[in-house]
């Protein structure tokens, strides 16, 4: 493992022998998120999450009242 683009990548080889990388966070060989373990898979979603999405409608609702 080894950071690149600004987080921690994982690299294998794929069935062609090509180099490949994968986003720790996608594999077990991250840090594990300390949300899902507090949380232990009673909330569905992260408060962050949640409040990105609210501003993206929120904008996405501001664009379509403009016509």
Excluded: C, I, K, N
């Excluded at 690149?4 to 294998?12: A, I, L, N, P, S």
């Excluded at 490949?20 to 009673?42: H, I, N, Y």
């Amino acid at each position: 493992m080894r950071q690149t683009w600004g987080e921690d990548r994982v690299y294998f080889y794929d069935d062609g022998g090509e180099l490949e990388a994968l986003p720790a966070r996608w594999t077990d060989a991250g840090v594990p998120d300390a949300f899902r373990v507090v949380s232990a898979g009673r909330a569905h979603f992260r408060t962050e999450d949640l409040l990105a999405l609210a501003r993206l409608l929120g904008g996405l609702r501001e664009r379509g009242s403009g016509d």
